[in-house]
């Protein structure tokens, strides 16, 4: 199934990548080319917004590694009710996402630069994050920042299986979607176990 913008984030959605556009030319933030963006960047992480759904406002959605704010600024503009906090150790990619934040008039997104390992626990309801280290990795991170019974998810290629998974104790639940001109990816949702 292919993820749908609705027309009313469009307009967000657009501007969000004339930013990056004007700071790009500059700043270095993406080497993916101009005409690939919207697919790879707004698309992709439009597949994530089903999992918004069972979020109440107020509730924390904390996305790792996210770069030039991808999925999180995606995931800001579908539900600016929530508050999502986009983490990456990137000074400079945490300065475009604030100008993001402004321009955009998105209160509820708080860019953050700090490492995973340096901030205090969010205690969030939902974890994301593409492109960034193995699974194992990541679910260290999301022990320390999710609520115990909230799943985390990884925007991944179809090559996922080959990277270094978490041990005993998590539950993988792949779930494919394709991108109209860039094939099949997989969301992997991560949650821990909990006892019997």
Not at 6 to 13: G, T, V
Not at 81 to 108: G, T, Y
Not at 132 to 156: E, I, N, T, Y
Not at 178 to 193: A, F, N, Q, S, Y
């Amino acid at each position: 199934m292919e993820p749908l913008l609705p027309d009313s984030a469009r307009p967000a959605c657009e501007r969000f990548l004339g930013l990056l556009e004007h700071w790009n030319r500059t700043h270095a933030l993406t080497a993916l080319p101009q005409s690939a963006r919207f697919e790879e960047l707004i698309l992709d992480s439009w597949a994530l917004v089903p999992d918004l759904a069972s979020l109440g406002p107020g509730e924390t959605v904390v996305d790792f590694g996210t770069g030039m704010g991808i999925p999180a600024v995606v995931l800001a503009i579908a539900r600016p009710d929530l508050r999502v906090v986009a983490l990456d150790k990137s000074r400079k990619k945490i300065a475009f996402v604030r100008q993001v934040a402004l321009e955009l008039q998105l209160p509820s997104l708080e860019p953050v630069a700090l490492r995973a390992e340096d901030l205090p626990p969010l205690g969030a309801s939902l974890g994301v994050s593409k492109a960034v280290g193995s699974p194992a990795l990541l679910a260290q991170w999301w022990v320390r920042h999710g609520r115990a019974d909230a799943p985390l998810l990884l925007l991944k290629s179809e090559g996922w299986s080959q990277e270094e998974l978490p041990g005993p104790g998590w539950s993988l639940r792949p779930r494919t979607y394709r991108l109209p001109t860039r094939g099949d990816r997989v969301i992997l949702e991560l949650r821990k176990e909990t006892g019997p």
